[in-house]
C-alpha cells in the first residue's frame, strides 16, 4: 500500500506564504505524477498543481504565478509553495499520486492515492 502524509496547512493573513509537504511512503517503485488539489466548503475538489516523472509541471490559472510545486526525487516528497495567498486558496488542500507499487505479489499502476488533507484559511 501507499501512504500520503500531508503536512504543512494553517493559518496565515492574505499576503502570506505557506508551504505544503506531501510525502509518499510504502512499496513504491515509480512514481509517475503527484498533483495537489483543493476542496472548499460546498464545492467540489479541484486540482491546483500537478508534477509529473518527465518534469512538467502545470497550474489552474488561479494560482500561476503564485504556486510553485516541486519535488524531492530522495525523500518521495511533493511541496507546494504558496506565495501571496488570497482569502479565496482557503480549502483543504488533499495530495495525490500517481505511482506503481508493489500490491500484495502484484505490482499494479494507481492514480487513486491520497493524502488526508490540510486545512489552508487566509484571513482579510
Known amino acids: 500500500q501507499v501512504q500520503l502524509v500531508e503536512s504543512g496547512g494553517g493559518l496565515v493573513q492574505t499576503g502570506g506564504s505557506l508551504r505544503l509537504s506531501c510525502a509518499a511512503s510504502?512499496?513504491?517503485?515509480?512514481?509517475?505524477?503527484m498533483g495537489w488539489y483543493r476542496q472548499a466548503p460546498g464545492t467540489q475538489r479541484e486540482l491546483v498543481a500537478t508534477?509529473?516523472?518527465?518534469?512538467?509541471?502545470a497550474y489552474t490559472d488561479s494560482v500561476k504565478g503564485r504556486f510553485t510545486i516541486s519535488r524531492d526525487n530522495a525523500k518521495n516528497t511533493v511541496y507546494l509553495q504558496m506565495t501571496e495567498l488570497k482569502p479565496e486558496d482557503t480549502a483543504v488542500y488533499y495530495c495525490?499520486?500517481?505511482?506503481?507499487?508493489?500490491?500484495?505479489?502484484?505490482?499494479?499502476?494507481?492514480?487513486?492515492?491520497w493524502g488526508q488533507g490540510t486545512q489552508v484559511t487566509v484571513s482579510s
Open positions: 510504502g512499496r513504491i517503485l515509480h512514481l509517475n505524477a
Open positions: 508534477w509529473s516523472s518527465n518534469g512538467t509541471t
Open positions: 495525490n499520486a500517481d505511482c506503481t507499487a508493489v500490491d500484495g505479489h502484484t505490482i499494479a499502476r494507481s492514480n487513486d492515492y
